[in-house]
């Protein structure tokens, strides 16, 4: 009896109607909304189909490299290897997260996005000929989750099975979080995931950084190098993706040269004797004062400020909380009380940076006002964990001139310290003989680390600015291996560093401020940020099903990170400032997240 049962059973499953667990192949996903280009589109927005292709970009940047590996943790890796390695998906810069095919040609996603599948595109080609197959998709995701970098290793272990239906089909299913929910973001950042050649890696160890040339799938590979110094990548002539909608008008170049400089005013100065062809300016004296000169005079330099309406990234002196010294907010937020930054912004940069402050600045993902709507209804869990301010007053940063609030200049930065001083005070420091010092005697001294020379200026005044409170604040600026080093270990006290974001944060937030990543070496959360609330907001930002709620929750957890004082903002700009030499042109429509320079071509 038990066939014909089986049968009978058989039958009534094929003739009940089954929930669909996927959509119809797509060309792409959007994290919220619908995808803006249609099926057919032929180019991104912002490139010129037309570009000619030819030619040399040259870029003179600061710092060195001892890898060509980019997707571990160990190593610095050389600038220009995004362009060796391909994704499934990539990106279009003009809209806040939507991804389009490039060696997947076709996306499957599961309506709850419980689940994904790519077709490889059949014309999906390594830089040595073979096919791309699906077997080397799941031999990335392995290596990826055993060795790649701590954020990497974070989002795939939600993968809960990969397998390979064919040898161009890769399915991924996802484990749900803690509270059953699905992270909505994993079938893009499966999408996103490097694919490496699993027959290269044969023999090879994926966790050693290495000088040998990888091999890739993408429109540029490793011509020259010189470790440290110098790389130069050549355009790979039969790129297989070359007349894909989501490449055509872009890598234009046929070389690609970076020459690295230990300082900066050196890589400037290379620039201008047309050592390079494009430079973006970071520092506002040099974009004030650092590019007079016959070539700028006459036209051969082009200097430009091209607005963006991306998030800019939060760059702050940083405070490690692993330390007992700053484990008090009142602490933190005292030492953000101490320095002129009204004046620091008019001497040290030319009054044309703005003053961050937010984790998301320059962007509508930033706190402003008091919280309303989506953000509230974000916060409202926790009110009983927050600074009952965080809900009664809008986030402010201490100032000294006119419109701080203080009473401007001298006056009000006086009452700064004063202010600061109280809340050290209540923390259980006191100035002694002219020292500030905790009960037992020992005085308030820490090193602040930074990498870059041109970051000090900045460092010593705002070491000068603690000295009228006791404190006692060395600068030291060490080579950059030894910087990453340290930074990786958590071995610092305070650090000038920065978060970036893109317009649709996710799964990240939780590497840069998750308490499980506070203790993970190697991790972006350099300020040891360890609080159950930012756990929960950023956890439920990828969850989010509409814009409307993901703006809302991003600016919850803004404004969390903002009432921790986990780092004394400093500055940043509203626009690109870019100086590139004439000969070098760019398209005339800019994306949402600003110039891409792989979109740029050679005269």
């Known amino acids: ?178 509270d059953g929910t699905i992270d909505r973001e994993m079938p893009l950042l499966m999408g996103l995931m490097p694919i490496h050649s699993k027959a290269f890696w044969s023999g090879r160890d994926f966790s050693r950084t290495t000088l040998e040339p990888i091999l890739g799938s993408g429109p540029y590979r490793v011509a020259a190098v010189d470790p440290g110094r110098r790389i130069v990548y050549e355009r790979v002539r039969d790129y297989w993706g070359r007349d894909l909608p989501v490449r055509v008008g ?36 040099k974009w004030a004062t650092g590019y007079d000169g016959p070539a700028l005079r006459d036209g051969r330099i ?11 990234p939060a760059r702050g002196l940083i405070f490690n909380t692993r330390r007992p010294l700053f484990a008090d907010v009142r602490v933190r937020r005292a030492l953000g009380m101490a320095p002129d930054f009204d004046w620091i912004g008019r001497n040290l940069y030319h009054g044309l940076l703005t003053r961050t402050a937010s984790y998301y600045p320059n962007s509508e993902l930033a706190a402003r006002g ?41 006056a009000g930065l006086r009452a700064n310290r004063r202010e600061a001083l109280r809340l050290l005070d209540q923390a259980g420091w006191r100035v002694r003989d002219g020292r500030l010092a905790d009960a037992a005697g020992n005085r308030f001294a820490f090193e602040i680390l930074l990498s870059d020379p041109s970051e000090e200026r900045v460092a010593l005044e705002f070491a000068r600015s603690l000295e009228p409170l006791g404190i006692e604040a060395r600068v030291r600026t060490v080579d950059s291996a030894q910087f990453q080093a340290r930074l990786e270990r958590f ?29 993970q070496e190697g991790s972006r959360n350099l300020a040891g940020i360890r609080d159950p609330v930012v756990d929960a907001l950023a956890r439920s930002i990828a969850a989010a099903t509409t814009r409307g709620a993901l703006v809302g929750r991003v600016r919850a957890l803004d404004r969390v990170l903002l009432w921790g004082h986990y780092m004394v903002p400093l500055y940043h700009s509203p626009v690109d400032r870019i100086a590139r030499w004439a000969t070098l042109h760019r398209p005339a429509v800019t994306p949402l997240y600003g110039p891409m320079l792989e979109s740029w071509w050679v005269e």
């Open 1 to 178: 009896m038990a066939r014909p049962i089986l049968l009978l059973l058989t039958l009534l499953a094929l003739l009940t109607p089954q929930p669909a667990s996927a959509e119809s192949p797509h060309h792409g996903i959007a994290m919220h909304g619908d995808l803006a280009l249609p099926p057919d589109f032929k180019a991104f927005p912002y490139v010129n189909p037309a570009a000619p292709k030819g030619g040399t970009i040259r870029q003179a940047v600061t710092g060195s490299f001892d890898s060509l590996h980019p997707h571990i943790v160990k190593g610095v890796p050389a600038l220009g290897l995004g362009y060796v390695f391909e994704t499934l998906l990539t990106r279009s810069w003009d809209e806040p997260f939507s991804l389009y095919g490039l060696l997947a040609d076709r996306v499957e996603v599961a309506d709850d996005r419980s689940s994904v599948s790519f077709h490889i595109n059949p014309k999906a080609r390594w830089q040595d000929g073979t096919p791309v197959t699906a077997a080397d998709v799941l031999f990335s995701l392995e290596a990826q989750r055993t060795h790649g970098t701590p954020n990497r290793r974070l989002f795939y272990a939600k993968v809960a099975a990969a397998e390979a239906p064919d040898a161009q089909t890769v399915r991924f299913a996802f484990s749900p979080d803690a």
């Open 250 to 285: 872009q890598f234009n170049a046929d070389r690609l040269e970076f020459d690295y400089y230990r300082d900066d005013s050196v890589a400037l100065e290379a620039f201008k004797a047309g050592q390079g062809d494009v430079r973006y300016e970071s520092d506002p004296a």
């Open 302 to 312: 082009v200097r430009e400020e091209v607005p963006n309406r991306r998030p800019e």
């Open 370 to 410: 008091l919280p309303e709507g989506e953000e509230l209804q974000a916060l409202e869990p926790f009110r009983d964990r927050l600074p009952p301010d965080l809900f009664t007053k809008p986030f402010a940063l201490p100032g000294s001139g006119i419109n701080s609030g203080t009473g401007g200049g001298n």
């Open 491 to 519: 071995d610092f006290d305070m650090t000038m560093r920065w978060w970036a974001s893109t317009l649709s944060p996710g799964n990240e937030q939780l590497y840069y401020y998750g308490s499980d990543a506070a203790g």
